[in-house]
Each structure stands twice: as structure tokens, then as C-alpha cells.
């Protein structure tokens, strides 16, 4: 059923690829996931390829500055002894470690002045991949009275999927930007899947030339 959807999609967006639009509304906020110095090429838990997101989402965080729309960033921000750390029996290298090189936000990404900082699984035992795990991030927007929710960034598999997710389920409508998000695939397929997963419970795959900009 939901195959013929994507089939019936595919070829309609091929046929009128000007057709399926969708607007930046007042009510519209971008979230910029994890796209922090440990996550790009020459970090200690690198996203293979991760650096190709920083441009597309350049754009994106142009295009809400210039409309004074709300733009989130989130970022891992563990403290040193982790518990999603090898040594501390969890799958992952040390990264993102609070207050170092390697949490920072990379300074190639161009966040607006007035960005809104969300920082995550700063808890030292328990992980969390979404952005809206034990943050404010969901009152934030509901504050700002934001209803769709733009969302790309690092890691596809992994922070990306868990922020989209957790989205869909607080109900706002939620749109992952397929040209600014990149995955770990510690299994091969794994960010193909991810994408499969949130197109499924309802987020809506776009590209930058989807947006209507007035
Ligand atoms: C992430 C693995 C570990 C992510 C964070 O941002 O996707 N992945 N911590
Ligand atoms: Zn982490």
C-alpha cells in the first residue's frame, strides 16, 4: 500500500516536478541536528562524507534568517565518562565531549547570531539521540507557536531518524531535508532504512527546490 504511495509519488514528482511544493509558513522553524566537529571528516566518530551536508544546510538556514524564522541547532554534549563510550562498556568511540574541540558546532556552518542551542545526552548514563530527549526543545517551539518542522543534519541513522521521529509523535508536521542529512551506516543500508522509517510515520521527504520561497 504504502509502496504504491511512494511509487505513484515518485512518478508524479517526475512528471510535474514543479507541482509538490512545500511553503516556509510563520509557523515554520528549522532544526539543524549534530552537525558538530566530531561528526565531520576528522572527528573522532566521523560520518563518512558528513561534511556535504554543511552547504545545503547553508542555504536552509539562509532562507529562515531572511524570513526572521526560528533556527535550532542541536548538539551530542556528553560529559567525559559516558556511558555510549567503548570504555564504558557502549558503542561508541569518545566524542562530542562537553566544552571541547570536538562538541563544537563547526564554524563552517553559518548560524544565524540568534541561533537556539539545544544541548543533548548530557546525562552521564543514560544516551539520547533526539533532540527533543529531556530538552526544551518541544516547549521552545510550541512557545514560538511553530507547527512544521524542518529538520537535516548529522547522523542520518541516528540523531536525525530519533529528532524525526520524536516530531512526528508531539505532532508537529515534520520535514526532512533528504539533500542536507548523512548517515553512519555502521550496517550497510542503514540510512536507507532510516529515510524508509520516517517517511513512513509521516515525515515528508523534500529538497531545497521544494520550498516556495515568496
Ligand atoms: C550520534 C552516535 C552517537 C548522532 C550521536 O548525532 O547521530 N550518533 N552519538
Ligand atoms: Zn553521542
Known amino acids: 500500500m504504502y509502496q504504491q504511495f511512494f511509487l505513484e509519488r515518485l512518478i508524479f514528482r517526475l512528471c510535474y516536478p514543479t507541482i509538490v511544493k512545500i511553503s516556509l509558513t510563520r509557523r515554520s522553524a528549522l532544526v539543524v541536528v549534530d552537525v558538530q566537529n566530531d561528526f565531520l571528516p576528522g572527528g573522532a566518530l566521523a560520518v563518512p562524507g558528513g561534511d556535504s551536508v554543511i552547504e545545503p544546510l547553508n542555504k536552509y538556514i539562509g532562507m529562515f534568517a531572511k524570513q526572521g ?112 542529512i548523512k548517515g553512519v551506516d555502521v550496517n550497510p543500508g542503514d540510512s536507507e532504512n532510516a529515510i524508509k522509517t520516517m517517511i513512513l510515520k509521516g515525515a515528508i521527504a523534500i529538497t531545497i527546490e521544494d520550498i516556495i520561497t515568496s
Not at 97 to 115: F, K, R, Y
Not at 138 to 143: I, S
Open 69 to 180: 524564522l526560528p533556527v535550532f541547532a542541536t548538539r551530542d554534549w556528553h560529559p567525559k565518562q559516558h556511558v555510549s563510550f567503548k570504555e564504558k562498556g557502549g558503542p561508541w568511540p569518545p566524542h562530542c565531549v562537553q566544552n571541547t574541540w570536538g562538541a563544537e558546532i563547526s564554524s563552517m556552518l553559518s548560524i544565524p547570531p540568534d541561533v537556539r542551542i539545544v544541548d543533548k545526552a548530557f546525562s552521564p548514563d543514560r544516551d539520547a539521540y533526539s533532540g527533543f530527549q529531556e530538552t526544551i526543545l518541544d516547549l521552545e517551539l510550541r512557545r514560538l507557536g511553530i507547527r512544521r518542522v524542518f529538520i537535516g543534519g548529522l547522523a542520518t541513522d541516528y540523531c536525525v531518524k530519533a529528532t524525526v521521529l520524536d516530531s512526528l509523535e508531539l505532532g508537529f508536521e515534520t520535514i526532512l531535508l533528504l539533500d542536507a
